[in-house]
């Protein structure tokens, strides 16, 4: 109760029954209510008072309740408002909700729907006026840059505000944190932030390139330096000059050049392949992985001085699990998104859609969440996403097999091994396919299998 007791609610409703029920309970619940039967009495209210919640009813005299939201619209730092319909006035529902409306009840409803539809309003608003804040706080977050990690939550800015002084730096920065989590959207936020905007941003998956010209791609190659350098080419440092080069998945790396990145890091220059002179580097090195990098050193699969050079400033980019009330603000984002390029038109995320995402834990973190809005938005035929359109069944099967293997005892390995066989088996041996389905590249897959 202690978390209500300083939000404030106004209830707006023609029926002064409604209205004094719906005070007392919430009023038990820590709250602060005030209740009105009159829409004109509640504008002026909110001009006059300072509310955190509106509660209305959709069909009400002068104005109504779709009226209401959009008056409420034009008066500055206006609460969201919460609208109550009954069955037959959904359609206006949803108008209200596409008009700026947070979200809608429909009568009847149990009281404990009310307490959470208004608890979830409250979470959203802090985490949005949050977000203002801190963007109002700091440069870190511009309105118009396109690769602005999204979230509002303590573990995010934390991250955030790591990068943007990281930023300020030529120092090299290792994004660690689990597949999806969004390290290839930090790196470009870090260079975005940076002096570098004029130069070039180069991302390479390392795990993605072939062996054998992993060094001819990132060193650069002299002509006839070996039979199929039928040219000569600068590597990716080069060609990152003045800007920023962002080495994925760096663990991936073969050992052989490992040493070559290092002397390129201590020295700031290159030797391409097939040449004696060196040629400065003027590019900054990014690097991020999703794996203990520690424990590959112990392994002796990654140099230590390597690890060392590359581990100058860390920024951890937490998991989608740890930041759960990131999630509305990153729905509403993916939803506009995919909207836009499907050329739909839906003007959101039911209440219940909503609660059914935030109450899975996203091993896929954010990768999986704008894959799983993507697949809702693309074949629901609703004007808003239901809880019918959030399939969660092959990502639930996925956390049962990792949970009922783990009670069994099984090692780690034997986990990966048996769900990779069984993920391949779904797809019909098709490791395209699979590997789409474990979010891995096909290269890294390959390397598993």
């Given at each position: 109760?202690?978390?209500?007791?300083?939000?404030?609610?106004?209830?707006?409703?023609?029926?002064a029954?409604?209205?004094?029920?719906?005070?007392?309970?919430?009023?038990?619940?820590?709250?602060?209510?005030?209740?009105?039967?009159?829409?004109?009495?509640?504008?002026?209210?909110?001009?006059?008072?300072?509310?955190?919640?509106?509660?209305?009813?959709?069909?009400?005299?002068?104005?109504?309740?779709?009226?209401?939201?959009?008056?409420?619209?034009?008066?500055p730092?206006?609460?969201?408002?919460?609208?109550?319909?009954?069955?037959?006035?959904?359609?206006?529902?949803?108008?209200?909700?596409?008009?700026?409306?947070?979200?809608?009840?429909?009568?009847?409803?149990?009281?404990?729907?009310?307490?959470?539809a208004?608890?979830?309003?409250?979470?959203?608003?802090?985490?949005?006026?949050?977000?203002?804040?801190?963007?109002?706080?700091?440069?870190?977050?511009?309105?118009?840059q396109?690769h602005?990690?999204?979230?509002?939550?303590?573990?995010?800015?934390?991250?955030?505000?790591?990068?943007?002084?990281?930023?300020?730096?030529?120092?090299?920065?290792?994004?660690?944190?689990?597949?999806?989590?969004?390290?290839?959207?930090?790196?470009?936020?870090?260079?975005?932030?940076?002096?570098?905007?004029?130069?070039?941003?180069?991302?390479?998956?390392?795990?993605?390139?072939?062996?054998?010209?992993?060094?001819?791609?990132?060193?650069?190659?002299?002509?006839?330096?070996?039979?199929?350098?039928?040219?000569?080419?600068?590597?990716?440092?080069?060609?990152?000059?003045?800007?920023?080069?962002?080495?994925?998945?760096?663990?991936?790396?073969?050992?052989?050049?490992?040493?070559?990145?290092?002397?390129?890091?201590?020295?700031?220059?290159?030797?391409?392949i097939?040449?004696?002179?060196?040629?400065?580097?003027?590019?900054?090195?990014?690097?991020?992985?999703?794996?203990?990098?520690?424990?590959?050193?112990?392994?002796?699969?990654?140099?230590?001085?390597?690890?060392?050079?590359?581990?100058?400033?860390?920024?951890?980019?937490?998991?989608?699990?740890?930041?759960?009330?990131?999630?509305?603000?990153l729905?509403?984002?993916?939803?506009?998104?995919?909207?836009?390029?499907?050329?739909?038109?839906?003007v959101g995320?039911?209440?219940?859609?909503?609660a059914?995402?935030?109450?899975?834990?996203?091993?896929?973190?954010?990768?999986?969440?704008?894959?799983?809005?993507?697949?809702?938005?693309?074949?629901?035929?609703?004007?808003?996403?239901?809880?019918?359109?959030?399939?969660?069944?092959?990502?639930?099967?996925?956390?049962?097999?990792i949970?009922?293997?783990?009670?069994?005892?099984?090692?780690?390995?034997?986990?990966?091994?048996?769900?990779?066989?069984?993920?391949?088996?779904?797809?019909?041996?098709?490791?395209a396919?699979?590997?789409?389905?474990?979010?891995?590249?096909?290269?890294?897959?390959?390397?598993?299998?």
């Amino acid at each position: 109760m202690s978390g209500h007791v300083q939000a404030s609610l106004l209830v707006v409703d023609d029926d002064a029954g409604v209205v004094d029920f719906l005070c007392d309970m919430l009023g038990e619940r820590g709250y602060r209510v005030r209740g009105l039967t009159s829409p004109r009495q509640a504008l002026d209210a909110v001009r006059g008072e300072s509310f955190d919640l509106v509660i209305a009813d959709v069909e009400m005299p002068e104005p109504r309740g779709l009226d209401l939201v959009t008056a409420l619209q034009r008066i500055p730092s206006a609460p969201p408002v919460l609208l109550m319909t009954a069955f037959g006035s959904i359609g206006l529902a949803v108008q209200a909700v596409r008009g700026g409306a947070c979200d809608f009840l429909t009568k009847p409803f149990p009281i404990e729907a009310m307490y959470e539809a208004v608890a979830r309003a409250l979470r959203e608003r802090q985490v949005r006026r949050e977000v203002v804040r801190l963007r109002a706080a700091s440069p870190m977050v511009e309105k118009n840059q396109p690769h602005v990690p999204i979230g509002g939550s303590p573990a995010m800015m934390r991250a955030l505000e790591l990068a943007r002084r990281a930023a300020r730096t030529d120092s090299t920065v290792l994004l660690t944190g689990e597949t999806g989590t969004g390290k290839g959207m930090l790196a470009r936020y870090i260079h975005e932030q940076s002096g570098r905007t004029r130069g070039p941003f180069i991302a390479v998956n390392c795990a993605a390139l072939p062996t054998a010209l992993v060094e001819a791609e990132l060193f650069g190659v002299h002509k006839g330096a070996f039979t199929d350098a039928q040219r000569s080419r600068e590597g990716l440092l080069l060609a990152a000059a003045q800007g920023t080069l962002f080495l994925d998945e760096i663990a991936e790396l073969p050992v052989d050049s490992q040493g070559k990145l290092l002397h390129v890091l201590e020295s700031g220059s290159v030797r391409p392949i097939g040449t004696t002179a060196e040629v400065r580097v003027t590019a900054r090195l990014l690097a991020a992985t999703n794996r203990p990098l520690n424990i590959l050193v112990q392994e002796k699969r990654l140099r230590a001085d390597l690890y060392y050079r590359l581990n100058v400033i860390r920024i951890e980019v937490p998991a989608l699990r740890e930041r759960p009330e990131d999630i509305p603000l990153l729905v509403d984002y993916f939803v506009a998104q995919t909207c836009e390029r499907l050329g739909r038109e839906l003007v959101g995320i039911s209440a219940a859609a909503l609660a059914k995402l935030q109450g899975y834990s996203f091993p896929g973190n954010v990768r999986e969440l704008a894959n799983l809005i993507e697949r809702a938005v693309a074949l629901t035929e609703h004007s808003a996403l239901l809880p019918e359109d959030i399939d969660l069944s092959e990502e639930v099967s996925l956390q049962q097999f990792i949970s009922d293997s783990a009670r069994a005892g099984l090692p780690l390995a034997e986990i990966e091994r048996a769900y990779i066989q069984a993920v391949l088996k779904e797809n019909n041996g098709n490791k395209a396919a699979a590997a789409r389905s474990l979010s891995i590249d096909r290269s890294t897959l390959y390397r598993k299998l």
